[in-house]
């Protein structure tokens, strides 16, 4: 069994073929598919998917940092609403990306750091996106309260200094997809130095499919080459990386299966 803790499967890539896409994970063993919000249009494909596919698609509510605009308090409001009316088992995505534009950074970070609070709000953990934006989505996270939340680093890419940094947050784990399979991906060797209790598996389907797939739409049922790879870095067996990736994650998202 193996948990895809961050899978963007609402997207419209998916539109003709998601109950195929939905049978072949549950056919490879995924137990769950984690979906996370990117901005306030995709709020009804979220929740339409995680309502007909009840229990298996599990939905998060947030604002994506690439999706932070001048006017994001006004995002957030209606993001925001949508706590009210439905269960969430995460705040996400959120977080800081300076990897594309850093004209918004100070907005970026605004928006994390209320988001953040909305977490300690709800208590719920968070899902966070911090593309070349580690150490700054960190400060973000001590001062907000880093004893009094806890979540997940999505997509994890950074170097061993940025590793620790993470790391030193007891209540943070490290999502790992198919960048790790990379032929020039430097994770297999970062990833050396965080032990496989603090590891969870994702897709970000439709995005960073693993090898042999790269290059085209990737879906949950991939998991299992990520799966393959930690077996490799860690030097043991696929029930050891899918029982503890998946007890995080049931741990860390309050997932009961």
Known sequence: MIIDTHSHIFDETFSND???VILRAKQAGVA????????TESIKEVNSLAERHKGYCLPMMGLHPTSVTKDWKKDLNI?????SRHQYIAVGEIGIDLYWDISLAEEQKSAFEEQLRWSIEYNLPVSIH?????????????????DKLKGSFHSFGGN?????????????YIGINGTVTYK??????????????????????????????????????YTSYIVD????????????VENTTS??????????I
């Open 18 to 20: 998601i109950d195929d």
């Open 32 to 39: 769950a598919v984690l979906l996370p919000n990117i901005d």
């Open 79 to 83: 993001i925001k609403e949508q706590f």
């Open 130 to 146: 911090c593309r070349n934006a580690v150490m700054e989505s960190v400060e973000c996270i001590k001062k907000v309260g880093a």
């Open 160 to 172: 061993s200094e940025e590793l620790q940094v993470v790391l030193d947050l007891k209540n943070f």
């Open 184 to 221: 020039n991906s430097t994770l297999p060797t970062v990833l050396q130095d965080a032990d496989l209790s603090r590891i969870m598996v994702e897709t970000d389907a439709p995005y960073l499919p693993p090898v042999p797939y790269r290059g085209k739409r990737n879906e949950p049922s």
């Open 229 to 240: 790879k930690l077996c490799d870095i860690y030097n043991t067996n696929k029930d050891d």
């Open 247 to 256: 007890n995080n994650a049931k741990k860390l998202f309050g997932i009961n």
